[in-house]
């Protein structure tokens, strides 16, 4: 029986930070407690480290069609890419195919992953085609550990947008059955107006990326999401965020004890529309656009308020190759970008080093918050007896650069390229097991990550 004691080490929880032994017994965290001796157990020395618990990825699209190409991770890479980031769980989507049942997307997709996965992985249910749906599916979906469905107010030339009396029908399933419906939120119509507009006017520039989907593209689309949810109070999460109107209309809901959560992403809080002025701007291609200076300050703000819930990276990567499949036209490029290896450090060091958060948020966004509100908490997302062990161990000493040849992502650049960090992740464990240990890959068995099926809180 194996035997595993981190001594030592600062222990970061969003409630507290202590300083403790933890033991690790087989798979999950047997005790946690000051002074823990123990003469079977492998001792690891974490002094003058942080420990973690394994963050979640609640948002990532690993080898999924978009456009004219697919995204470059598939399960196999963009799970060794997170698990270098310290993420020791990603929640993945399905891909509903026109006519395909939902349980039908769910089996295809969970093959996909069976097998290949280094770290453990849930999913969201993707609801593209309404017609192709049984209604009772939605409980057997519920059934098979996936609490999450997914719509789309845009992407209708993908197959993908569903009309609001749709929306209104998963709305109403999924509050049947106990789920909570995600929102990709952005006016599609609006979208693919000023799309056509500007391309007919040869206006195909990366800038016309932001001016083709505008925050008001968002906000309506939230603001409308909300008002058709009035009649049914479905729980709602808004998936990547970027704008502060949007983040306003739904934080007020929040504060109105509705179920309403909000996600935004790294990457939002990083980089604004200027990117797109750059020779490179082609690349900074995502759907929503990056936003103006003001919304970024404001998401910050948000985040450390505890308005917005999650951040997850919607890590959709592609290399420069299939950047460059749209020769530079904004509505011929693959949009989406990396991002699972790279969310803790651009957290921490944007994040806590700037001052704009606390070690203590930062668990909370993407660790203990993303493991609440996909049914995967206490097991996920926590330090505490009998949650699995899954840990980050981190030395906050040393200084360094993200590097595109130093990830693990099969594409060739970052968009972090260049971007100085301080401090390293030096081990990772999944379930007890240690995959990094001393910043080396160390697995037995790589491979090994899970389906965690969700259970919801009443
Ligand atoms: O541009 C993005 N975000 N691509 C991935 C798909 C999505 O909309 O989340
Ligand atoms: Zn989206
Ligand atoms: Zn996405």
């Known amino acids: 029986m194996s035997k595993i004691l981190i001594k030592n080490g600062k222990i970061i929880r969003s409630d507290a930070i202590i300083q403790s032994d ?4 087989e798979q999950i965290i047997q005790n946690i407690s000051p002074h823990i001796e123990d003469d079977e157990a492998q001792i690891y020395d974490a002094r003058g480290h942080f420990i973690f618990p394994g963050f979640i990825d609640a948002h990532t699209h690993m080898g999924v069609p978009i456009r004219q190409t697919t995204s470059a991770d598939d399960f196999d890479t963009g799970t060794l890419a997170a698990l270098h980031g310290g993420v020791t769980t990603i929640i993945d989507f399905t891909v509903q195919r026109p ?36 209604r009772d599916e939605f409980r057997q979906i519920m059934d098979r550990g996936v609490m999450s469905f997914k719509v789309f107010t845009a992407y209708r030339e993908a197959g993908m947008q569903l009309s609001d009396r749709q929306i209104m029908e998963v709305l109403w399933q999924v509050k049947q059955v106990g789920g909570m419906v995600m929102v990709h939120a952005e006016n599609g119509d609006m979208i693919d107006f000023l799309t056509d507009k500007y391309v007919r006017f040869n206006k195909t520039g990366a800038a016309y990326h932001a001016l083709s989907r505008p925050a008001e593209a968002e906000i309506e689309a939230v603001a409308r999401v909300n008002t058709l949810n009035k009649f049914i109070q479905c729980p709602l999460y808004f ?37 797109y ?42 290399s420069l190759d299939q950047k460059n499949l749209g020769q ?74 993200i590097h595109a040849e130093n990830l693990h992502s099969k594409i060739d650049w970052s968009p972090y390229e260049g971007v100085p960090t301080q401090g390293k992740i030096s081990a990772v464990m999944l379930r007890g097991q240690w995959l990094l240990k001393d910043g080396q890959a160390v697995a037995k068995n790589w491979n090994q990550g899970r389906f965690i099926p969700a259970i919801p809180s009443a």
């Open 239 to 275: 998936v990547h965020l970027s704008t502060r109107g949007a983040v306003e209309i739904a934080a007020t809901l929040k504060q109105n004890n509705q179920k309403v959560f909000l996600e935004t992403c790294p990457q939002y809080l990083f980089f604004d529309q200027t990117v």
């Open 99 to 134: 006519g395909e049942s939902l349980l039908a997307s769910l089996e295809r997709r969970q093959d996909e992953a069976n097998g290949r996965a280094s770290v453990d992985y849930a999913l969201h249910c993707n609801v593209t085609d309404w017609e192709a749906i049984q």
């Open 277 to 318: 002025d750059r020779e490179d701007g082609y690349r900074f291609i995502a759907a929503p656009p990056f936003r103006s200076g003001q919304d970024v300050q404001f998401l910050w703000q948000a985040l450390g308020k505890g308005w917005i819930d999650v951040v997850a990276t919607d890590h959709c990567p592609f």
């Open 22 to 25: 933890m033991l690790i017994k």
């Open 328 to 401: 530079k036209q904004f509505h011929r490029t693959p949009n989406g970008l990396p991002g699972v290896e790279t969310l803790f450090t651009i957290l921490y060091n944007e994040g806590v080093r700037k001052g704009r958060l606390t070690l203590q948020d930062l668990v909370r966004l993407i660790a203990e918050e993303p493991a609440r509100r996909f049914g995967l908490f206490p097991r996920k997302g926590s330090l505490a007896e009998n949650s699995d062990a899954d840990l980050v161990i981190f030395d906050p000493q040393g200084e360094g650069k």
